[in-house]
């Protein structure tokens, strides 16, 4: 385990539901990210979170709602899905501030049928 | 904002050879240069990463190089394995504030015992 944890690992939601996916870090990290990975734009950059303040959105649209309620934990609320954001969708934490690496969940693949 | 250029996109090589990925990156101020490697269906994971006050570093059969004035780096794997076979991505950004990595669009290695 790598101290970051997605829930649940896989997901089928239709276009009408509503859902939301969990990230947890045990790393001490003040810093925590959503990507979408997909075949046709690997590894995009949704939502950075720092010190629990949002601080970019990556002109993601709004059926996605992310969530920060402490340093440790992030949300991604999924509303009224189109099949084309099937994906995977990883999170990530880092310490800001320094010069490291990321360290990425093992992420969700989301289906939206 | 910085953008990052990965080549090639795909590549094979034989056991035992030599494998080489280069990134591009446009942002001048950007001073921190990972390299995530992602198997098929897992995370993806740091293996190594290299900041701009070094040229050269090195971790076992894994090498990255960075050239600051033409603004690339570059990863070596030697005697390939087939356990290298993988998707590797490059990343850039500078190490303020809260700039998120920049990755590039990934390389997908395959090495052929």
């Known amino acids: 385990e790598t101290g970051v944890t997605q829930t649940p690992r896989h997901l089928v939601m239709g276009m009408t539901n509503k859902k939301s996916l969990k990230c947890e870090q045990h790393?001490?990290?003040?810093?925590m990210y959503w990507y979408k990975q997909s075949a046709k734009k690997p590894l995009e950059l949704m939502f950075v979170y720092s010190l629990e303040e949002r601080v970019e959105n990556n002109s993601v649209p709004s059926r996605f709602s992310p969530e920060c309620p402490n340093s440790s934990h992030l949300f991604l609320h999924l509303h009224t899905l189109q099949p084309e954001d099937s994906a995977l969708y990883l999170c990530a934490s880092s310490q800001s501030q320094g010069s490291q690496g990321y360290t990425f969940g093992s992420g969700t693949r989301l289906t939206v049928v | 904002g910085e953008n990052v250029e990965q080549h090639p996109s795909t590549l094979s090589v034989q056991e035992g050879d030599s494998a080489v990925i280069k990134c591009t990156y446009s942002d001048s101020a950007s001073n921190y240069f990972p390299w995530y490697k992602q198997e098929l269906g897992k995370r993806p994971q740091l293996i190594i990463d290299i900041r701009s006050n070094v040229g050269e570093k090195k971790d076992q059969r894994i090498a990255v190089t960075l050239n600051k004035t033409a603004k690339h780096f570059s990863l070596h794997i030697t005697e390939t394995q087939p356990e290298d076979s993988a998707v590797y991505f490059c990343?850039?950004?500078?190490?303020?504030?809260?700039?998120?990595?920049?990755f590039g669009k990934g390389t997908r290695l395959s090495v052929i015992a």
């Open positions: 790393l001490g990290h003040n810093a």
């Open positions: 990343a850039a950004r500078r190490n303020s504030g809260n700039t998120p990595l920049v």
